[in-house]
């Protein structure tokens, strides 16, 4: 069985499509154990502490936003992350998130894979951001829509209890996100619920939405995708360089 397939187990294929052409939200309960292995905390210690060719970075959630913590003077790359600060924010129990991580782990890069292609009738492009948090403390961004994005999110470790919003009159196109008083204003709570450690929840494109709490160490990956004809879709084949490179070593007798 493909991968994004089993991801929406019991349910079929067929019933993540009628979601996302009906436009609906879909929450999917799964196992506690049904994400394991897609990504772990060992992988996200390699690529925190890999600042090779990083072309993305961790980005800590403060004040309902996020913000790059970049060393841009450092001689050699004006994107070093300023590793020290990140210990403390994490030490402190700010959350973050890693953008551009689709290629993370063989199971991520695959996932992401078949998603496009599952979608044969549109060109689509995904990308993982993983959101992470130490411990109870980790917190997240103000109320906010995510446009043109569809966004399928799976709970690979701990709980995280959301909202999802409907609109209590028009608002403004350019609004994405909003203050605590202009959630108070224009959002009215449609569904809050605990996104359980095993559980997939997929969600429209311009749904309001925020994460209230997160119980425990916890590992959620995001998964946002959207549909555009010109682009050209991301390669995820892995390069066998061992094995290349052991082959050298045989041809030149080394
Ligand atoms: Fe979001």
Redesign the pocket.
Known sequence: MQLFEAVFQPLSLADFRQHFDEGKCLVVEGAANKFDGLVTPEDIERRLNDGCNANQFVQVIKDGARSANLMSNCAWSPAALNKSAVTQDLQDGYSFMMPNSSQITPGIARLCTELEAFFTDQAMHADVHLYVSTNDSGNS?NA???LPQH?ILLQSHGDAVWQIFEPKKDIPNHVRAMTPEQEQEYLTIASEFTLKQGSLLY?PPGTF?RVVRVTGPRISI?IPFYALQSAEKMDRSRIPFVELFAKMKTHTGN
């Open positions: 961004y906010h829509r995510d966004k969600m939405h995001s």
